[in-house]
T-cell receptor, first 114, second 116 residues
Framework: NAGVTQTPKFRILKIGQSMTLQCTQDMNHNYMYWYRQDPGMGLKLIYYSVGAGITDKGEVPNGYNVSRSTTEDFPLRLELAAPSQTSVYFC?????????????FGNGTRLTVT | AQKITQTQPGMFVQEKEAVTLDCTYD???????LFWYKQPSSGEMIFLIYQGSYDQQNATEGRYSLNFQKARKSANLVISASQLGDSAMYFCAMRDYEAGSYQLTFGKGTKLSVIP
């Protein structure tokens, strides 16, 4: 079982460049999430989606965009990379939205903006 | 107020001993879930254990147990018989209803080091 797959694993961007972080899941989960983890910190929610065609902002959405055209894929777009976006990005999914449903995480993308 | 508080930035434990990682939470939602995740140095997030707010008994998963004290709003993780492979960051998280959806909020984590 692949679960949640993120690509790339590592990326270095220059200030002002753009890129898309890819996320796909094969568990047929409706709910998908993007988090960022800064050094020594927990994870903070950037965007989430409750199904194809529906997305919403999380705690730290500025500087990012998402789309959800299929159940499987939930890409995260950085339009104008800034040093403050240097972080580790995690994509996650869950089968239901509720208090008892754990999130299943991908292995993360380590992004450095210089 | 912070939703999840982990007051121990780092902990050391001797191999084969038990260790407790502290977590307190804050929510006004009567229905919520508490989770612990492990993040080894390789970086992935591994789900360990879950406790529901209405569960009467403490959750257990192998060597992991969750000491749930609802009145004190604490959800401490207990690892019995520590192993070297338990060295990692541990995150407490809560899923409750806020602003129209159930979101998972994380604490800042505790770095556990197991000493041979």
């Amino acid at each position: 079982n692949a679960g949640v797959t993120q690509t790339p694993k590592f990326r270095i961007l220059k200030i002002g460049q753009s890129m898309t972080l890819q996320c796909t899941q094969d568990m047929n989960h409706n709910y998908m999430y993007w988090y960022r983890q800064d050094p020594g910190m927990g994870l903070k929610l950037i965007y989430y989606s409750v199904g194809a065609g529906i997305t919403d902002k999380g705690e730290v959405p500025n500087g990012y965009n998402v789309s959800r055209s299929t159940t499987e894929d939930f890409p995260l777009r950085l339009e104008l990379a800034a040093p403050s976006q240097t972080s580790v990005y995690f994509c996650a999914s869950s089968i239901i939205e509720g208090p008892n449903s754990p999130l299943h995480f991908g292995n993360g993308t380590r992004l450095t903006v210089t | 107020a912070q939703k999840i508080t982990q007051t121990q930035p780092g902990m050391f434990v001797q191999e084969k001993e038990a260790v407790t990682l502290d977590c307190t939470y804050d929510t006004s939602d009567p229905s919520y879930g508490l989770f612990w995740y492990k993040q080894p140095s390789s970086g992935e997030m591994i789900f360990l254990i879950y406790q529901g707010s209405y569960d009467q008994q403490n959750a257990t998963e192998g060597r992991y147990s969750l000491n749930f004290q609802k009145a004190r709003k604490s959800a401490n993780l207990v690892i019995s018989a520590s192993q070297l492979g338990d060295s990692a960051m541990y995150f407490c998280a809560m899923r409750d209803y806020e602003a129209g959806s159930y979101q998972l909020t994380f604490g800042k984590g505790t770095k556990l080091s197991v000493i041979p």
